[in-house]
C-alpha cells in the first residue's frame, strides 16, 4: 500500500525555485522535478494564506469551504471576528481519510486551530491563540505534545524593521526550520501514517521582508543580506531531502505552495481616499483611533499580549474601530478595509449593514458601476464582482468586490490604510523596508508551486485538484470537489460528514490571537 507526503513550502515561488533549481542550488527539489514533475501551480484569487491552503486541504473553492480571511465581518455591525476551524464548512484531508480507516499526521497547516480528533496526530496552524510557540491546545492527542512542543511559527514581531532586525530574522528562519525538520523525522519514525502533511512557513515570511535585498532591480533595493532569502530555499531543501527519504520508496510526494511572490514597488494606494473623491464614501471628522495607536507605541511587545488579555472588550473595540472608525456611514456607499494582502471593497448595504445606504435590488449594478470605475483607474489592473471568482452557500462571507493592484514596471502596488489624502502616493524611501502593515518589499502572486514524484495529467493545475489528487493515491472515496485528481483516475463518490456549527473564540482568545496576528504583520 502506498502512503503520500505532502510538504507545503508557504509562498514558494516557480521562478525561484526554477533558477536556483538550474544552478544546482537545490538538488532535493531537482531529483523530484527530474522523477516526476514541476509545474506552476494556479491558486485562490487573491493568493491568501488562509483561503488557500484550505481548498488545498478540501478541494473546492472559499464559496464552499467558507475562509476567506483571518476575520469575518459580523453581520448587522461595524466589528469584526476572528475565524478559526470550526468555520471551515467541509471536511478536510485528514477528516475524511480518518473515517476511511488511514492513519494521519498533520502539522502546522494554517486555519486549523483548534485541532480536530483524527486518526493520528495534528498539530494546529499558526492561528493559534497564542504569540510565538505551540501550547498543548495545539495538538490532538494531548499525548503527542511531548513530540512537538518546540515547533514555533516566526518567533519575532513583523510590523517594526529596525536596526538589526534583518539579522536577527534571518538566524531565527534557519534555526525554525532545522527545528521544525527534526520535528517531522521524529513523528515519521514514531507514528504510523498513510497521510503526512507539514507546512513551512518560513519562505513566505523571508520574501516578505529580504526580497528588496535579494532583487537588484526592485525600485527598493538597498545593500543588505543579499542572499538570505537564498539561504532560506536552500535550507528547506535539505529538509524536504530528508523527509522524502525517510519517507520510503512506497510514498507518493507532492510539494506544493499555496501562491508565489513577487517585488513591491514604491506606489501606494488608498482605496478609502479614492472612494472618497469620487463620492462613494465619506469621511468623519473624528480623529481615528488615537488610543491605538497609543497604545502600540507605548505597550512593550512582551506585554501586550497580557494586557489584551486581561481588557478583551476594549481591545476588541480598538480593533474594529480601526477598521471602521472615520467613516460617514450615513453617507457612504461603498468602503474598504485597506488590506495590503486583500485589497477589497464593501458595499455598504441596506439590510446587511449598520446604517446601510444601497439598496437591496440596487445590488448588483451597484457592483457593476463600481468595478467599472475601478477598471478606468490606472492603479488597479482587475476588479472582479464576488460571484466572478465564488460559488457555493459561503459566498456572502466574501467582500463585494475583490482587486487585483497594478503593477508598474514588473512591480506590485501596495494597498495601506488612510483616512483623508491623495488616492495614490509614494513610498517615502524611508518607508521602503516597511514591515506587514506597512507595505512589505515582497508581495503574495498567483501561480504557486506543485512538485510531484509521479507525472500529472493537467497541463495547469490549480490548488483545488491536491485533495483529490490524495484521495485517490490512497484510493478513498471522497465528497464532490471542485478539482480533480491530477493522476488522472476520478474520484469514487463517498459521504459528506455533517460539520457542526462555527464555534467562535471567546473574547479572551480573540484577543490574544489578534495580538498574535499583529506580530506576524497582519493587522495594523
Known sequence: MSRVLLIGLDGADPALLSQWMDAGLLPHLAALRTRGTFCPLTTTRPPVTFPAWTTCVTGVNPGKHGIFDFTRQQRGAHAIRFINSTYRRVPALWNILSSAGKRVCVVGVPATYPPEPVNGVLVAGFDSPVTTRIDA????????????????????????????????????????????????????????????????????????????????????????????????????????????????????????????????????????????????????????????????????????????????????????????????????????????????????????????????????ATVEALCAALMQWEHIAHAWPRAALFDGPEVEHAPDIVL?????????????????????????????????????????????????????????????????????????????MDGASLTGGALSPGAVAARPAPAPYTPEEEAVLEERLRALGYLE
Open 137 to 364: 491546545s495545539f495538538v490532538y492527542p494531548e499525548s503527542a505534545w511531548a513530540q512537538v512542543k518546540d515547533w514555533r511559527f516566526a518567533d519575532f514581531q513583523e510590523g517594526n524593521i529596525g536596526a538589526g532586525w534583518h539579522d536577527h530574522a534571518h538566524r531565527k528562519l534557519l534555526e525554525g526550520i532545522a527545528t521544525k525538520e527534526a520535528i517531522l523525522l521524529r513523528l515519521m519514525d514514531q507514528e504510523p501514517w498513510d497521510f503526512f502533511m507539514a507546512v513551512f512557513g518560513e519562505v513566505d515570511t523571508a520574501s516578505h521582508h529580504f526580497w528588496l535585498f535579494h532583487d537588484e532591480a526592485s525600485p527598493r533595493h538597498r545593500p543588505g543580506p543579499k542572499d538570505a532569502l537564498r539561504e532560506v530555499y536552500v535550507r528547506l531543501d535539505t529538509a524536504v531531502g530528508r523527509l522524502v527519504a525517510r519517507g520510503g520508496e512506497d510514498t507518493h510526494v507532492l510539494v506544493v505552495s499555496d501562491h508565489g511572490f513577487q517585488g513591491a514597488g514604491t506606489g501606494v494606494v488608498h482605496l478609502n481616499n479614492w472612494l472618497a473623491e469620487l463620492g462613494w464614501l465619506q469621511f468623519t471628522p473624528a480623529p481615528r483611533n488615537t488610543l491605538k495607536s497609543l497604545a502600540l507605541r507605548l505597550v512593550p511587545p512582551a506585554l501586550r499580549g497580557a494586557l489584551f488579555r486581561r481588557f478583551a472588550p476594549l481591545v476588541n473595540r480598538v480593533e474594529s474601530q480601526s477598521r471602521f472608525g472615520g467613516i460617514d456611514w450615513s453617507r457612504t456607499r461603498a468602503w474598504s478595509e485597506e488590506l495590503n494582502y486583500f485589497p477589497a471593497i464593501r458595499l455598504n448595504l441596506a439590510g446587511r449593514d449598520p446604517a446601510g445606504v444601497v439598496p437591496q435590488n440596487d445590488y448588483d
Open 404 to 480: 487585483e493592484l497594478a503593477t508598474e514596471n514588473g512591480y506590485a502596488h501596495s494597498c495601506l490604510r488612510s483616512r483623508g489624502g491623495p488616492a495614490f502616493r509614494r513610498l517615502a524611501p524611508g518607508e521602503y523596508f516597511g514591515g506587514k502593515e506597512k507595505g512589505t518589499s515582497g508581495v503574495h502572486r498567483d501561480p504557486g508551486i506543485l512538485l510531484s514524484s509521479m507525472p500529472v495529467n493537467a497541463e495547469i493545475p490549480h490548488i483545488a485538484d491536491i485533495a483529490p489528487t490524495v484521495l485517490h493515491l490512497l484510493g478513498v472515496p471522497g465528497p464532490p
